[in-house]
């Protein structure tokens, strides 16, 4: 694919995540201010289950909250739709899609119930109102999901074949040896930064319990976007840069061979990060080279990190020395 292609479709993936939201802000938007001189201020924003009016906030602080209630996810899962080196999920852009609607219809609804009631405290919630924004939210859902199925063409790449066995280093009696790289995911920094992001904007809109999730979520997100992958006497480890825990070890004594081929997360791990799938499991950073154990219970550990080949000959150097001395 050219790189004209290519930012063409990261700028449809963007906008295929962001149109949902944008649209249900646009609506809200227009309603309330269509309305802003039948709405009583401050406005009934909490009802209770028989639908009559127990919570109450300024005009001026629910239009604020409301758009940031339904911008905030669509700036966020856009940033990730853009970053990603794939055509968003199925399930995750109807989700995305479902929460806009029913956001959107909620929202809109508090707003006409506050205008025809004339004042806040004769504000009513009709028991059909979730009942119909709930069914707003599943329509936009399967927009969402046809849109993912249709709205991207799958990247016009030939796979990558499995690249051919990593030839083993020789190693002298006794000699020592090992290598270390540093691996980070631009994907998972993106999404580390959004989640701070969306926690800065949602607090001073929406308190403090609608933006500590997520300022929780992205130092997480951060601190787990990268590992230090090390092949030794110990066999394959895979820590957090600069900490020893956490800290993931396969022994040389549970490694057949190893070999360095082409892997892409979605496609052979299912996503991001750790990640574990029938017959292989590992740490999925980025598209590309990856080193790849085949264990002996005959699944695949794989990490996707810079210079694999050359991680994969010692670690079957070490790995044979390893079986002869031990008469594995």
Request: hydrophobic share 50%; glycine share 12%; proline share 7%.
């Amino acid at each position: 694919m050219t790189r004209t292609g290519a930012r063409a479709h990261a700028v449809r993936r963007l906008l295929i995540a962001l149109a949902p939201h944008a649209l249900a802000c646009a609506v809200f938007l227009a309603v309330f201010m269509a309305r802003r001189d039948q709405l009583p201020d401050p406005l009934a924003t909490h009802f209770s289950g028989a639908g009559h009016a127990d919570g109450f906030t300024t005009a001026g602080a629910f239009l604020c909250q409301g758009l940031a209630l339904m911008a905030v996810p669509g700036v966020l899962l856009a940033a990730l739709a853009y970053a990603l080196d794939a055509r968003p999920g199925r399930a995750a852009t109807a989700v995305g899609y479902g929460v806009a609607g029913f956001l959107g219809s909620m929202l809109t609804s508090v707003v006409l119930d506050n205008a025809h009631a004339g004042s806040a405290e004769r504000a009513h919630l009709a028991l059909w109102e979730p009942a119909a924004a709930l069914a707003v939210g599943a329509a936009a859902g399967a927009v969402g999901w046809l849109l993912a199925g249709r709205g991207l063409p799958p990247r016009d790449e030939a796979p990558v074949p499995p690249g051919p066995a990593a030839p083993s280093l020789t190693l002298g009696k006794g000699e020592s040896a090992a290598w270390t790289r540093s691996v980070a995911s631009r994907p998972l920094r993106i999404a580390g930064l959004a989640l701070l992001g969306a926690g800065g904007a949602l607090v001073p809109l929406a308190g403090w319990g609608a933006g500590v999730s997520l300022f929780a979520g992205g130092p997480l997100v951060l601190l787990l976007s990268g590992a230090r992958v090390t092949v030794d006497r110990h066999g394959l480890t895979a820590n957090v840069p600069g900490l020893p825990r956490p800290r993931l070890r396969i022994p040389l004594a549970r490694i057949e061979t190893a070999t360095s081929r082409h892997i892409d997360p979605l496609r052979d791990l299912g996503g991001w990060g750790y990640r574990a799938v029938p017959g292989r499991s590992g740490l999925a950073f980025r598209s590309g080279e990856a080193l790849v154990a085949r264990l002996t219970t005959g699944s695949e550990f794989v990490i996707t990190v810079d210079d694999a080949a050359t991680a994969a000959a010692l670690l079957n150097a070490l790995a044979d020395r390893d079986h002869a001395e031990t008469g594995a």
